[in-house]
């Protein structure tokens, strides 16, 4: 599929890509050649073949939410550089 150079510039533009005008030709070339490989794929039979929005099963590896008791808030200041009135004490950022 042969690109021209404007559409090169005009989707360097929409990347906010500044390429070089000596770049253009090459690069008209080489993406023109990815989009020739990229049309091989219309080639193919996919009849019967379903819609799939992974290449692979995907599996939830998360547990389940359970509603638990929280922490202690004596255990959660304990190893605390510093606290004050049960909360933790940090430098301010601003």
Not at 14 to 28: K, P, S, T
Not at 73 to 87: D, F, I, V
Request: charged share 20%; aromatic share 4%.
């Amino acid at each position: 599929m042969k690109i021209s150079q404007t559409e090169v510039l005009h989707v360097a533009h929409l990347a906010r890509l500044d390429i070089a005008e000596a770049d253009v030709d090459r690069l008209a070339g080489q993406i023109g050649t990815i989009l020739d490989y990229v049309d091989t794929l219309n080639q193919v039979d996919t009849t019967g073949v379903p819609a799939t929005s992974h290449a692979i099963t995907l599996t939830n590896a998360f547990r389940e939410d359970e509603a638990q008791d929280h922490l202690d808030p004596q255990a959660a200041l304990a190893n605390a550089p510093e606290k004050e009135g049960g909360a933790f004490v940090v430098p301010k950022i601003l």
